[in-house]
């Protein structure tokens, strides 16, 4: 799904900048509400995990393949405003390392994998739980759902933006064909990889989860005859050591799945990049502005064994993307916590708003 310099002509990436710009600017401000001291190292593994898995193409049809998008997943785990942030991070450090996507579509891109995958995956999301029996099997569900819609629904983005501004003359109608069709296969690997992660959180820190705050059953008492909602216990709180074991763990699989597991991938071209060859989308593509990077498409310059120059690239993605999230979200805590300060609560109280 991400979209070469080329494919959309200059005026409506422009657009699609503008767009990109301001959910970002939107998504800032709202990830203070969804950041806390729990949530924030979180947030940069989610996206290094999400960085880690996108190498991992899974076949989907014949000639063809997939990747995660992530937009569902990182809505879940750590809040739609952040989930924007974390898949935006990741586009961003695959269009300027690894020529993945180019730079100026890089608006479109994020417009269409980061804010359409995260905007509909977590409506679709919350509207599920709100109807499912209040359980942690009914979030892992409802992120099965989520994530299967939001794939088609980046296809369907691409393929009004490519109406709007496409490069070539190719029909419309083969071209949304062509787009959903295929990303309908990719979005149930998308669904199942969402899913598991989910779930493996849950079953592991239910807590860190955002999409599963507020479902947990008041505990219920009979008194008299009718059941009473039971007294809130006082939370227990969760030691330190918890949170460096999950967050150990989970960099741990990331650098696995990305300097190891990597290298088995299917090498088949992904959706778009089919779609675009067999439709003459690509006609006009450009070369990347980070072609000559030393570590453009996923290798290492210079290396010549195939699985160490691969393996060495997905290490540094990981840990890159991992260091630039992580400054993001702690830098965005960090700002909400200057908000809710002392000096801040104070001058509120002494105006007496």
Not at 82 to 87: F, H
Not at 99 to 124: E, F, K, P, R, W
Not at 193 to 201: E, F, P, Q, R, S
Not at 213 to 226: A, H
């Amino acid at each position: 799904m991400h979209v070469p310099d080329g494919f959309i002509d200059a005026p409506t990436s422009a657009v699609a900048g503008v767009v990109a710009a301001g959910a970002l600017a939107v998504s800032l401000r709202g990830a203070r509400r969804e950041l806390d001291e729990r949530t924030a190292p979180l947030a940069g593994l989610v996206a290094a995990f999400i960085f880690a898995v996108q190498m991992l193409n899974f076949p989907v049809a014949a000639g063809t393949s997939g990747h995660l998008l992530g937009g569902a997943l990182a809505a879940i785990l750590v809040g739609p405003y952040t989930g924007v942030l974390c898949v935006s991070v990741v586009l961003l450090m695959q269009g300027i390392l690894f020529a993945d996507g180019g730079l100026t579509a890089l608006g479109v891109n994020i417009t269409d994998m980061a804010i359409v995958t995260t905007v509909v995956s977590y409506a679709v999301f919350r509207g599920l739980v709100k109807v499912l029996p209040r359980k942690r099997r009914s979030v892992t569900v409802a992120s099965f759902v989520a994530a299967v819609l939001s794939v088609p629904a980046a296809a369907v983005a691409f393929t009004l933006i490519y109406a709007v501004g496409g490069t070539t003359d190719v029909a419309i109608g083969k071209v949304a064909t062509a787009m959903i069709g295929v990303h309908v296969l990719i979005g149930i690997g998308e669904a199942a990889i969402t899913a598991l992660t989910v779930g493996a959180v849950i079953a592991v820190r239910p807590d860190l989860v955002y999409g599963a705050r507020g479902l947990q059953q008041r505990l219920k008492l009979r008194v008299n005859g009718e059941l009473v909602d039971a007294p809130t216990a006082r939370p227990v709180p969760v030691a330190a050591r918890s949170h460096r074991t999950l967050w150990i763990t989970s960099l741990v699989t990331s650098l696995v799945l990305a300097g190891f597991v990597s290298f088995y991938a299917s090498a088949d071209p992904d959706g778009l990049e089919k779609v675009a060859h067999d439709k003459g989308i690509d006609q006009k593509a450009g070369k990347h502005a980070s072609d000559g990077s030393p570590l453009a498409g996923y290798g290492v310059k210079d290396v010549s064994d195939a699985r160490l120059s691969g393996g060495l690239a997905g290490v540094i993605g990981v840990g890159v993307t991992v260091v630039a999230g992580s400054t993001v979200f702690w830098a965005v805590r960090r700002r909400r916590t200057n908000d809710v300060s002392p000096t801040s609560t104070a001058n509120t109280a002494s105006t007496g708003v």
